[in-house]
Structure formats: C-alpha cells, structure tokens
C-alpha cells in the first residue's frame, strides 16, 4: 500500500510569493490532516478534513493559508503571500478513522523556506 | 488549553536504557500517543496507552497515569538507529496535539 505523498519536498519562495503545497493521503483514508513544525517547536496541527469537508480548522494561522480537498482525494494547501514565518515543515498525514490507538500515517512533510 | 511538557533533548549511551517523560494538560482526552521521527523523515507511529500501565512493543514500552496526567517512553538496548526525535501527543477527539519533541542523542 502506498503511502502519505507529498509535494514538493522542498520549496523556496521569497516573501510575498505565492505557494501551493499537496497531500495524496493513503487510498481510501477519509480522515486528512496538516500540521506544521517551525524549527525546535511542537508539531503543531492546522486543520482536519473528512472526505472534502473541513471538520476543523481551528489551527491555520490567518487567512493566508488556504486548503482545500476536492473530491476527497488529495489535498492542497496554499500560502498567499508566504510570509518570514511561514518557513517550516509541513505534514499531511491521514487516517481511516478518529485515532483510537492506531496513529496517524505521515507523510515526509515538505519543507518550506520563506527568504 | 492544551499543553504538552517532556524534555527538549536526553543523551544516553548505546546499549543503556533511557526513558522520557511528558506531561500533559488537555479536555477531549482519549490516549497518550508517542511518535518517532529522524531527521527528515516522517513522523512514526510507537506506541498508544489509552488505559493506566505499562505498553511493551518489543524494545519500546509506553507508561500512562491519567491521574497524573503523566506518561513516558522507555527505550532499551539503545541503537544508533534510535538517535531521533520522540514526542508524546494527546489524542483527542479528532486530532492529535502534540508536543515538542525530545531529541535523543546516543552515544557509542
């Protein structure tokens, strides 16, 4: 079974410029979500899709962050405009259903620098 | 609020025993998850205690007392391999928090 893919996994953008970051979560995982790490801080969670619908997105930042999941398949997220601190890591991960002690699979994250 | 508590960083020499400790502050608590991650990859699902006690899973075990809200992972017969990033989280209702890792150094 295929794993979390995502692209890219690396990106480096300047300030102001616009980036769009995918998630294609394991075949037939309802359950998707982004959390991103900035250096030496937590893994912290951005937003939790079921199927195409957003079932959470207490965690995105501010209205510069735009994801979307259309069809309930793959995933996007956008940053528009990338700002200093937006650079980090980001993780998709997905999930058949809530985590009752199965875990998350991760994807390898992609890792943005804003300059 | 949610918070999560656990060293930022322990070293430990090959072949010994570490554990690490995480503390936590949290509503919606369903069970204490801990994840591996090494540099550049991607987090690894360890280990889930859902019940007070101990979970063994090979050299890995996972310790929870929801009464203290406290919980830990013990590494033995420490490898190189294992010199990684751990961090606990708290599964909620519909995500996991988590904290902020603990980078484990091993040395030979």
């Known amino acids: 079974e295929a794993g979390v893919t995502q692209f890219p996994s690396h990106s480096v953008i300047e300030k102001g410029q616009t980036v769009t970051l995918r998630c294609d979560p394991i075949s037939g995982h309802d359950n998707l979500y982004w959390y991103r790490r900035v250096m030496g801080k937590e893994i912290k969670f951005l937003l939790h899709f079921v199927k195409e619908s957003k079932q959470d997105e207490s965690g995105m930042p501010n209205n510069r962050f735009l994801a979307e999941r259309t069809g309930g398949t793959y995933s996007t997220l956008k940053v528009q405009p990338a700002e200093l601190e937006d650079s980090g890591v980001y993780f998709c991960?997905?999930?058949?259903?809530?985590?009752?002690?199965?875990?998350?699979?991760f994807g390898s994250g992609t890792r943005l620098t804003v300059v | 609020g949610q918070s999560l508590e656990q060293p930022s960083e322990v070293t430990a020499v090959e072949g010994a025993i570490v554990q690490i400790n995480c503390t936590y502050q949290t509503s919606g608590f369903y069970g204490l998850s801990w994840y591996q991650q090494h540099d550049g990859g991607a987090p690894t699902f360890l280990s889930y205690?859902?019940?007070?006690g101990l979970e063994e899973t090979g050299r890995f075990s996972s310790f929870l007392s929801r009464s203290d809200s406290y919980g830990y992972l013990l590494l033995q017969e420490l490898q190189m391999k294992d010199s990684a990033s751990y961090f606990c989280a708290v599964v909620g209702d519909d995500k996991i928090i988590f904290g902020k890792g603990t980078r484990l150094h091993i040395l030979p």
């Open positions: 991960a997905s999930s058949q259903g809530p985590d009752r002690g199965y875990g998350y699979t």
């Open positions: 205690n859902a019940l007070d």
